[in-house]
């Protein structure tokens, strides 16, 4: 189970930090992304990590502005943006797939999904 929260009203060049409550999938072998889908728009990759050795890929619109984290004590993944930009307004999901890569991008390919939560950047 994946339970996204964090999301909010900011305005462009601010932060936000997305929390992602992971349970029963924080084996080594799993990795845990992040995707966004904008109104209208496909659900797209972010970023993912991988639990056992923190391995991360972004994607390039979010390179450099986002960071993807894990807390493996607490069983949680963030996703910490700065530099937020009105394109960067979606609804934010956190999912889990039992694979030990990095740079999953397709949605399909993962198993596990939380709710999302929604981020709104105003201009």
């Known amino acids: 189970q994946l339970q996204a929260s964090g999301g909010g009203l900011v305005r462009a060049g601010g932060s936000l930090r997305l929390s992602c409550a992971v349970s029963?999938?924080?084996?080594?072998?799993?990795?845990t992304g992040w995707f966004r889908q904008a109104p209208g728009k496909e659900r797209e990759f972010v970023a993912d990590?991988?639990?056992?050795?923190?391995?991360?890929y972004y994607d390039d619109s979010v390179k450099g502005r986002f960071t993807i984290s894990r807390d493996t004590a607490n069983d949680m993944v963030y996703l910490q943006m700065n530099r937020l930009k009105p394109e960067d307004t979606a609804i934010y999901y956190c999912?889990?797939?039992?694979?030990?890569?990095?740079?999953?991008?397709?949605?399909?390919?993962?198993?596990?999904w939380g709710q999302g939560t929604l981020v709104t950047v105003s201009s």
């Open positions: 999912a889990s797939v039992f694979r030990r890569l990095v740079g999953i991008r397709a949605p399909d390919r993962y198993t596990h």
């Open positions: 029963g999938r924080t084996f080594s072998s799993y990795t």
């Open positions: 990590i991988n639990w056992g050795d923190a391995r991360r």
